[in-house]
């Protein structure tokens, strides 16, 4: 990351990558609302310093989870899909963390996030880790 004294200092790929892991870190910690959507508005993002690097737009990365990304982003900056995702929702269910012989350090609280896209359960943390590790490579491969 750029370390030169300046007020917003994001000016890279490579910087916003670096932002987007930390929001990952925030999501892995706490699948909150604003985690998820500074996550996807974040990811979603870096295509735009990656063609102010050079990178021309059909050379972007545009597989399955950036769609995934793009969509999700866009659902949640402009707070409408439309019409066209009926079937998204988000929701945080009580869960039996012992009786039921369900054990995972995320569930403390006794909720468990769940995402369904397109009528679709979502792991939103593994589609988060992979984008992250395809922008890395990809990254890589243009030197940026």
């Known amino acids: 990351m750029n370390t030169s004294p300046q007020f917003f200092a994001l000016q890279s790929p490579?910087?916003?990558l670096e932002k987007a892991r930390r929001e990952?870190?925030?999501l892995k910690n706490d699948l909150s609302?604003?985690?998820?959507f500074n996550f996807f508005v974040t990811v979603h993002h870096i295509k735009d310093y990656a063609k102010v690097s050079g990178v021309p737009?059909?050379?972007l990365p545009g597989g399955g989870?950036?769609?995934l990304c793009r969509i999700m982003c866009n659902l949640a900056k402009h707070l409408a899909d439309h019409g066209k995702y009926k079937d998204?929702?988000?929701s945080l269910e009580s869960v039996m963390l012992?009786?039921?012989g369900l054990w995972d350090e995320s569930l403390w609280e006794g909720k468990l996030a769940t995402f369904y896209f397109e009528g679709k359960h979502v792991d939103i943390l593994?589609?988060?880790e992979r984008v992250i590790n395809d922008w890395d490579a990809f990254l890589t491969r243009q030197g940026l």
Request: charged share 45%; glycine share 0%.
């Open 24 to 26: 990952f870190s925030r």
């Open 33 to 36: 609302t604003d985690n998820v």
């Open 88 to 90: 998204n929702k988000f």
């Open 14 to 16: 490579r910087d916003m």
């Open 98 to 100: 012992w009786d039921e």
């Open 57 to 59: 737009d059909d050379q």
């Open 65 to 67: 989870d950036f769609q």
């Open 126 to 128: 593994e589609i988060a």
